[in-house]
């Protein structure tokens, strides 16, 4: 190995780890979950537990929501509280789980690179 591809893949190496341990810092969760978001998310689970009831009650004299339509809105609901729950979780975890591959990353390219420097630097 050249000692310029050894350095570089050392200074590569180093270079990751420290973006690694800034990432989440530059890139964090909130930049892909709004507002809006969290808003709709509130809304859909307060809906989805308010027709709990209706699916879930007893045969009664008294009138009130139909449940065959309370049914339906139901699994629309909870369809879309799955999706917003993936997008959330999706959004929480993609900072770290990129930062923990840069930071793999830059500890193997160094390692490559200080394995390679001691591997000319003995041979010579």
């Given amino acids: 190995m050249k000692p310029a591809i050894i350095f570089g893949a050392i200074g590569l190496g180093f270079v ?3 973006l690694s341990s ?3 810092t530059l ?3 909130r930049a892909t979950w709004s507002e809006d978001k969290a808003t709709r998310w509130r809304d859909v689970k307060s809906e ?3 027709l709990g009831f209706v699916i879930n009650r ?3 004299m008294h009138g ?3 449940r065959g339509a309370a049914m339906a809105k139901y699994h629309e609901l909870k369809m879309e509280n ?3 729950t993936s997008d959330f979780e999706s959004a929480a ?3 770290n789980i990129i930062a923990r591959a840069l930071k793999w990353s830059g500890i193997v390219l160094a390692a490559v690179g200080i394995v390679g420097w001691f591997a000319v630097r003995d041979s010579s």
């Fill in 82 to 84: 799955e999706q917003l």
């Fill in 22 to 24: 800034v990432w989440s």
């Fill in 27 to 29: 890139f964090p969760a």
């Fill in 16 to 18: 990751l780890l420290v």
């Fill in 48 to 50: 989805i537990y308010n």
């Fill in 58 to 60: 007893k045969n009664s």
């Fill in 93 to 95: 975890n993609r900072p």
């Fill in 64 to 66: 009130g929501q139909d």
